[in-house]
């Protein structure tokens, strides 16, 4: 299971890094739409970076994405390898899947995003937000996907039980 713990912190710290690097770089619409509403509409008109900025935002993405699908790939390889059934897949894609969600709530939204203000550096315009102080502006998303993992990960499950 320490596998699963390290693996889970490694796409983390992958994507803190895309964040922090990739925000400044990407178009202003695709990083408002993890922020609250009125930060959202204050940044609106933010001007666009250079074309070039974008793409290298985007292959930044695409790098976390592959992190993702890599660190999912192990973990499913590496059950099968120590012998896991439905349950010990399942228990390990929830384990790593939680341990990416409490990394999101506490390090990117109330960390980067309240804490630090790292995106309201990013867009001055928004400076004087109230959704700054909004410590629970996506509980509603967040809740939502840690009702679904379970569901997911026994699905991916399933499909690494079906492949092997």
């Not at 993702?68 to 929830?94: P, Q, S, V």
Request: glycine share 8%.
């Amino acid at each position: 299971m320490i596998k699963v713990v390290i693996t889970a912190l490694i796409i983390c710290l992958i994507e803190i890094g895309v964040i922090v690097v990739a925000s400044p770089m990407a178009k202003p619409s695709l990083v408002l739409r993890f922020l609250p509403e009125d930060v959202r509409e204050a940044a609106k008109d933010h001007p666009e970076p250079p074309k070039h900025k974008q793409i290298t935002a985007h292959i930044l993405l695409a790098v976390f994405l592959l992190s993702i699908l890599a660190g999912t790939i192990y973990t499913g390889t590496e059950g099968i390898n120590d012998g896991c059934g439905f349950w010990g897949l399942t228990g390990r894609f929830i384990v790593m899947l939680y341990i990416m969600k409490a990394f999101d709530i506490i390090v990117q939204d109330q960390w980067l995003v309240m804490t630090v203000g790292y995106f309201k550096k990013l867009y001055p315009e928004t400076a004087d937000c109230e959704g700054w102080k909004d410590r629970g502006f996506n509980n509603k998303n967040q809740i939502i996907r840690i009702i679904a993992y379970p569901f997911l990960s026994m699905a991916i499950a399933g499909l690494f039980l079906l492949l092997r």
